[in-house]
T-cell receptor, first 116, second 113 residues
Framework: GDSVTQMEGPVTLSEEAFLTINCTYT??????LFWYVQYPGEGLQLLLK?????DKGSNKGFEATYRKETTSFHLEKGSVQVSDSAVYFC???????????????FGQGTTLQVKP | EAQVTQNPRYLITVTGKKLTVTCSQN?????MSWYRQDPGLGLRQIYY???????DKGDVPEGYKVSRKEKRNFPLILESPSPNQTSLYFC????????????FGQGTRLTVV
């Protein structure tokens, strides 16, 4: 079945370091891909998305490119800040016909801690 | 302001005592769902609803019930909670399209003792 795999955490970086969080997926067809972020004590909120191959999603300095050939959607940021400390979830919505359109399939989440 | 509101935020209960977690959205979304978040497992879907009076099981429905009598509300019911239902629960809503984002509530941390 459809699934998402993220790199194990936690990831600890110093402020202004470069961030990469790896995400790969298994799905038929062309799913939509998302990164959600969960700040401490809060619900998830959309960080960025890409809905077709080679699309690049970007927001708040974060970027991720939909790579169909490698089934990947890695999250990157050039210079992290302490305020980026959070849990990051990669997720997909399958494109194949289903009565459950809108269902998100999540990776296990990666905790990022940024130190001053 | 567009939002999904869950209540309560925190709940400690005893095994077997029925409880309800409420969820309400103000975006006129047709699609609503419940997820539980457990360490190392990400979020898993419990139940979902495509519209009023239409609900169906997600990946981990055992021990839960839901109802959708109005478009804005989607309560989660635990008829006889057990300790393995201790978890962090999120309600989410969206338009139901496979390209659009979901909006999440702030979560309900449930402990069953």
């Amino acid at each position: 079945g459809d699934s998402v795999t993220q790199m194990e955490g936690p990831v600890t970086l110093s402020e202004e370091a470069f961030l990469t969080i790896n995400c790969t997926y298994t799905a038929t067809g062309y799913p939509s891909l998302f990164w959600y972020v969960q700040y401490p004590g809060e619900g998830l909120q959309l960080l960025l998305k890409a809905t077709k191959a080679d699309d690049k999603g970007s927001n708040k300095g974060f970027e991720a490119t939909y790579r169909k050939e490698t089934t990947s959607f890695h999250l990157e940021k050039g210079s992290v800040q302490v305020s980026d400390s959070a849990v990051y979830f990669c997720a997909l919505i399958p494109s194949h016909p289903s009565g459950n359109t809108g269902k998100l399939i999540f990776g296990q989440g990666t905790t990022l801690q940024v130190k001053p | 302001e567009a939002q999904v509101t869950q209540n309560p935020r925190y709940l400690i209960t005893v095994t077997g005592k029925k409880l309800t977690v409420t969820c309400s959205q103000n975006m006129n979304h047709e699609y609503m769902s419940w997820y539980r978040q457990d360490p190392g497992l990400g979020l898993r879907q419990i139940y979902y609803s495509m519209n009023v009076e239409v609900t169906d099981k997600g990946d981990v429905p055992e021990g839960y019930k839901v109802s959708r009598k109005e478009k804005r509300n989607f309560p989660l019911i635990l008829e006889s909670p057990s300790p393995n239902q201790t978890s962090l629960y999120f309600c989410a809503s969206s338009s139901g399209s496979f390209t659009t984002e979901a909006f999440f509530g702030q979560g309900t941390r449930l402990t069953v003792v």
